[in-house]
C-alpha cells in the first residue's frame, strides 16, 4: 500500500490506523496541503481535488478519510478495531466513525479559514466566531458520550482514529477544553497511543 501524506492533516489518521494494525505501507510524503506536487498532473489523476490522504492499494484508489478507514478494517483488520455487529457498541461505533466529518471538521475548517489561510483583510471574527460556538456546541457531545468510558464505542476502534483525530486537530488550534474534562482526558490517552507517535513523527526520508 502507499500514502500521500501531509504532517498534521487528515492523512495522520490513515498513517495511526496502519501503525496500529501493524501494516505495511510506502509513504508519498508532501510538505504541506499547498505543496506543488498535490496538483500535478500525475496526482490529480488518482485524486481530482488534489488532497490528502490518498490510499493506493494494488489497483483500488481510494481518497475519502472514512471511506479509507472503512475499507483497510474490511479488508484487513480481520475485526480488530470494530465491534461485532452483533455488539451494543456497534451502533456508537458507526456513529462516532462518521461525526468527526460530518460534524466537527466543517466549523474546524472555517475557524482555520477565518483566522489562519485568508489574509488579514479578508478574514470574518464573526464568522471565526459563529464556527467556534457551534464547533463547542459538538464537542460536548462527544465530552457526554465520554463520561465514564475511554473510548467512543467500548474498546480502541476506528471511531477513535477518525473522531479523536478531529479532538487532536481541534485542539493543536489552541482550544480550551477546560470546560470539556473527558474530551482533554480523551485526547491525552490518544496521542499516548504508541502507534500515534508513529504516525504524528512520519517525516520525508
Avoid at 44 to 57: A, E, Y
Avoid at 72 to 93: C, I
Wanted: proline letters at 6%; hydrophobic letters at 45%.
Amino acid at each position: 500500500m502507499k500514502l500521500y501524506f501531509v504532517p498534521r492533516s487528515r492523512a495522520e489518521r490513515i498513517a495511526w490506523l496502519l501503525e496500529e494494525l501493524g501494516l505495511a505501507y510506502e509513504l508519498e510524503f508532501f510538505a504541506s496541503l499547498t505543496d506543488p506536487g498535490l496538483r500535478s498532473p500525475k496526482y490529480l489523476k488518482m485524486n481530482l481535488n488534489g488532497r490528502v490522504p490518498t490510499l493506493q492499494d494494488g489497483d483500488t484508489v481510494i481518497s475519502e478519510t472514512g471511506a479509507i478507514v472503512q475499507y483497510v478494517l474490511a479488508k484487513y483488520a480481520e475485526g480488530r478495531l470494530v465491534p461485532d455487529m452483533s455488539s451494543p457498541e456497534f451502533a456508537a461505533y458507526l456513529q462516532w466513525l462518521h461525526y468527526s466529518e460530518g460534524m466537527i471538521m466543517p466549523p474546524l475548517g472555517t475557524i482555520v479559514v477565518e483566522t489562519v489561510l485568508l489574509p488579514p483583510e479578508k478574514r470574518s471574527q464573526v464568522i471565526a466566531d459563529r464556527a467556534a460556538k457551534l464547533l463547542s456546541r459538538l464537542l460536548n457531545a462527544v465530552n457526554v458520550a465520554l463520561e465514564g468510558r475511554d473510548f467512543l464505542a467500548g474498546e480502541f476502534s476506528g471511531a477513535d482514529i477518525m473522531t479523536g483525530h478531529a479532538c487532536i486537530m481541534v485542539s493543536r488550534i489552541g482550544t480550551d477544553f477546560s470546560d470539556k474534562p473527558n474530551v482533554a482526558a480523551y485526547i491525552e490517552r490518544l496521542i499516548s497511543r504508541p502507534a500515534f507517535k508513529r504516525a504524528a513523527a512520519l517525516k520525508k526520508e
